[in-house]
């Protein structure tokens, strides 16, 4: 596609349900990243994807987190049991992972309410 | 850790009007470092770049110069725009990876 993808743009849960984020990253793209943004604060690196190397999970906050990538190219995040405090807005961002400091494409986020 | 620290917004500011939005780091190694931006609606997108210190990333009018001895990426522009206003991110990249540590944003409005 023309940019990265995200779906759905918002989403309203209920504490303990359990989500799914999707991330459609730009064709050829070999890089994929998940970010997090809340309220006042930064954006926090979530998870990195890149090629058929294992992932780099360093920022998924806790065992609730998972992410896989299907194909080298569709990303799903996956939140267990939701908590208030994971309310933010999920971005997802891709590139193509050739070079070292390559910018990154965003996708315009997923809104995440838990209530 | 890594850590970059900006000015906390909203900044508003006339058009026309000279821009500073300060930003500074704390990094091992020499870090490269980024300024990225969001339009209403939009994802974020690259604004400049450096590289290594004393480099002048330059963009669209807005210019930030590595700065190692302050560990300072401050952005400027001379003349702000309405359509400038937009949320402003500062970020670095340091090791052999490609992730980014970024810093809260600092939010521009531009009013005529």
């Known amino acids: 596609g023309a940019g990265v993808s995200q779906s759905p743009s918002n989403k309203v849960t209920e504490k303990g349900k359990d989500v799914e984020l999707r991330c459609d990253p730009i064709s050829g793209h070999t890089a994929l990243y998940w970010y997090r943004q809340s309220l006042g604060q930064g954006l926090e690196f979530l998870i990195y994807?890149?090629?058929?190397?294992?992932?780099?999970k360093s920022g998924l906050p806790s065992d609730r987190f998972s992410a896989e990538r299907t194909g080298g190219s569709v990303s799903t995040l996956t939140i267990q049991r939701t908590q208030q405090e994971d309310s933010a807005v999920y971005l997802c961002a891709s590139n193509a992972g050739g070079e070292v400091n390559e910018k990154l494409f965003f996708g315009s986020g997923t809104q995440l309410s838990v209530l | 850790g890594n850590s970059v620290t900006q000015m906390e917004g909203p900044v508003t500011l006339s058009e026309e009007a000279f821009l500073t939005i300060n930003c500074t780091y704390t990094a091992t190694g020499y870090p490269s470092l980024f300024w990225y931006v969001q339009y209403p609606g939009e994802g974020l997108q690259l604004l400049l770049k450096?590289?290594?210190?004393?480099d002048k990333g330059s963009n669209k009018g807005f210019e930030a110069t590595y700065r190692k001895e302050t560990t300072s990426f401050h952005l400027e522009k001379g003349s702000v725009q309405v359509s400038d206003s937009a949320v402003y991110f500062c970020a670095l990249r340091t090791g052999g990876g490609n992730k980014l540590t970024f810093g809260t944003g600092t939010q521009l409005k531009v009013e005529l």
């Open positions: 994807f890149q090629g058929n190397s294992a992932p780099d």
């Open positions: 450096a590289t290594k210190a004393d």
